[in-house]
């Protein structure tokens, strides 16, 4: 069973950084298309990003396109979201994700999870 664990989260104030991390463990990572979704208090889960098996196909959300850059290491079974120009709109607990198909942006073709990393940024 593949299980993913999320690092990186913090508080940061508007315009800062953060990159977060996606450690998996049990298969490797370059069978699934890996995806960082957020779930802010009251809202919906929505897509962050995702990256395709290979890594060279990206996806963003409008709301973080420029600002966001997803990445995979394949060899280290890690997957990274830096985050650039953070804004207070992108506070939210971020959730790791992994899917043994193509990229998608509906949650639910995603199978494993990670239990979330909270981003907190202040103006």
């Known amino acids: 069973q593949l299980q993913v664990v999320e690092s990186g989260g913090g508080s940061v104030q508007a315009g800062g950084s953060l990159r977060l991390s996606c450690a998996a463990y049990?298969?490797?990572?370059?069978?699934?298309?890996m995806a960082w979704f957020r779930q802010a208090p009251g809202k919906e889960r929505e897509g962050v990003a995702a990256a395709d098996i290979s890594g060279f196909k990206t996806y963003y959300a409008n709301s973080v396109e420029g600002r966001f850059t997803i990445s995979r290491d394949n060899a280290k079974n890690t997957v990274y979201l830096q985050m650039n120009s953070l804004k207070p709109e992108d506070t939210a607990m971020y959730y790791c994700?992994?899917?043994?198909?193509?990229?998608?942006?509906?949650?639910?073709?995603?199978?494993?999870w990670g239990q979330g990393t909270q981003v907190t940024v202040s103006s």
């Open positions: 994700a992994a899917a043994p198909r193509a990229c998608s942006s509906d949650s639910g073709q995603y199978n494993y």
């Open positions: 049990g298969y490797a990572l370059g069978n699934y298309c």
